[in-house]
Structures are given as structure tokens and as C-alpha cells.
Nanobody, 116 residues
Framework: QVQLVESGGGLVQPGGSLRLSCAAS????????MSWYRQAPGKERELVAT???????DVVMSVKGRFTTSRGNAKNTVYLQMNSLKLEDTAIYYC??????????WGNGTLVTVSS
């Protein structure tokens, strides 16, 4: 069983920055893709950023230029650097991994609140 633990969420003012971390542990599979999703109150969960085992990364248009994602040296950790945060970035942020064996796992999420 793979466990994913997100950390780094909190309360930040508009224009501020946060760095989220997600670490996989347990019976870690061979990880292909690690992604960040978010779910704002009353909204559907949406993809925010993705990083592949090959080193490719991408973020959705709504956060392009503000958010970046990267993998840790151990390859079982992924980060989401969030700069110039806006009120609409308030959400629970989730980490998700896809393994090469086809299995996928979610973390429990970390809350990011952007408020003045």
C-alpha cells in the first residue's frame, strides 16, 4: 500500500507564496506521473500541475507563470511552488501518483487559504 502525505498548506495573504510537498511512502511502486489537483469549495476537483518520470512538467493555464512543480531527488517526492497567490487559489490541494503498474493513489490533501 502506498501512502501519500501532503504538507505545506496554510493561510497566506494575496500575493504571497507557499511551497507544498508530497511524499510517497510504504510499498512504493515505480512511479510514473506525480500530479497536483485542487478542489475549491463548491467546485469540482481540477488538475493543477503534472510531472513525469521523464522530467517533463506542466501546469494549467490558470496558474501558468505563478506555480511550478518539481520532483525531489529521491523521485518519490513532488513539490508545488505557488507564487503570487490569489484569492481564487483557495482550495484543498491533493497529490496524486500513477504507477507504471497502472495503480493510482491520492493523498488526503492540504488546505491552502488565501485571504487578506
Amino acid at each position: 500500500q502506498v501512502q501519500l502525505v501532503e504538507s505545506g498548506g496554510g493561510l497566506v495573504q494575496p500575493g504571497g507564496s507557499l511551497r507544498l510537498s508530497c511524499a510517497a511512502s510504504g510499498s512504493i511502486c515505480s512511479i510514473n506521473t506525480m500530479s497536483w489537483y485542487r478542489q475549491a469549495p463548491g467546485k469540482e476537483r481540477e488538475l493543477v500541475a503534472t510531472s513525469t518520470s521523464g522530467g517533463n512538467t506542466d501546469v494549467v493555464m490558470s496558474v501558468k507563470g505563478r506555480f511550478t512543480t518539481s520532483r525531489g531527488n529521491a523521485k518519490n517526492t513532488v513539490y508545488l511552488q505557488m507564487n503570487s497567490l490569489k484569492l481564487e487559489d483557495t482550495a484543498i490541494y491533493y497529490c496524486k501518483i500513477w504507477c507504471w503498474n497502472g495503480m493510482a493513489y491520492w493523498g488526503n490533501g492540504t488546505l491552502v487559504t488565501v485571504s487578506s
